[in-house]
C-alpha cells in the first residue's frame, strides 16, 4: 500500500514504533495500528509484523502463512531470528510454495530486515519442509498464470524439461529469459533467484 500522504511506495517499518513511515515525507502510516487490548484471552494472536507485512503485499493467502509459522514456531528454527526477520522468511517460503510471485528484498526492506539472514531462514525452513522449489507438471500452468506470463514456447520447453529432469524456479526463470523480452535483472526480481543462480540455469537449458 501506498503512503497516505504522498502516495509513494517506499515504507520501510519503524521498530522504535512498530509502525511503518514513508522515507518521501516521513508521514507514519498510523492507520496500520492494531488494537489488542480487548483481545480475548482465548482468541489466539500473530507476530505484528507478519500480519503488517502481509497487508502491506496484499496476500490473499493469509490463512495459509499464519499455519506455517505456526508450525515452524514449534521448532527450533527460528531461534536467534527476530520477529520480523521470521516474517519475511515464512512470507516467502509460504508464497514459493504456492508457486506464487514473491520478492524477498521487498519484504526485507519494509521490515527493515538483512537480506542474507532472511534467506538463509527461508532456506532452512524449505529444507525442513523438504521443498526447494521443485514443480510438478500440473504445476506449471498455474505458476506461469500467477506470474502473469503466458506464452506457449515457455510452457512447452519447460514441460520438456520435466520429462527429462527436475523442474526447478531457476529452470523457469531461464527459460522466461529466454522466451520473453525480460532483463536478467527483470527476469530475477520476478522469480526471487540471483543473478549467478539464473546464469548457471540458462547454461543448462542452452546445452
Not at 37 to 60: A, G, H, R, V, Y
Not at 150 to 167: D, G, P, R
Not at 198 to 204: A, F, G, H, I, T
Request: net charge positive; hydrophobic share 35%; charged share 30%.
Amino acid at each position: 500500500m501506498p503512503c497516505v500522504n504522498c502516495q509513494a511506495k517506499h515504507l520501510n517499518l519503524n521498530k522504535e514504533i512498530n509502525l511503518p513511515v514513508c522515507l518521501v515525507c516521513g508521514c507514519i502510516q498510523a492507520y496500520r495500528i492494531y488494537e489488542v487490548s480487548d483481545i480475548p484471552k482465548n482468541k489466539k494472536t500473530f507476530s505484528t509484523d507478519l500480519m503488517m507485512l502481509m497487508n502491506e503485499f496484499d496476500i490473499e493467502d493469509k490463512e495459509e502463512v499464519i499455519k506455517n509459522d505456526k508450525y515452524i514456531s514449534y521448532t527450533n528454527i527460528y531461534y536467534t531470528y527476530d520477529l520480523a526477520e521470521r516474517a519475511c522468511a515464512i512470507l516467502y517460503y509460504t508464497m514459493r510454495d504456492l508457486n506464487k510471485p514473491a520478492i524477498m528484498l521487498d519484504y526485507c526492506k519494509f521490515l527493515g530486515c538483512k537480506t542474507s539472514r532472511v534467506s538463509r531462514l527461508a532456506k532452512r525452513i524449505a529444507r525442513h519442509y523438504s521443498n526447494s522449489g521443485v514443480f510438478g507438471l500440473n504445476d506449471i500452468d498455474k505458476f506461469l498464470d500467477n506470474m502473469e506470463i503466458s506464452n506457449k514456447e515457455i510452457n512447452k520447453a519447460c514441460k520438456a524439461w520435466n520429462e527429462q529432469q527436475t523442474l526447478t524456479r531457476g529452470i523457469v526463470a531461464a527459460y522466461v529469459y529466454e522466451h520473453t523480452p525480460y532483463t536478467q535483472k527483470e527476469v530475477c526480481k520476478k522469480f526471487g533467484v540471483s543473478l549467478p543462480r539464473l546464469k548457471r540455469n540458462l547454461r543448462k537449458v542452452r546445452k
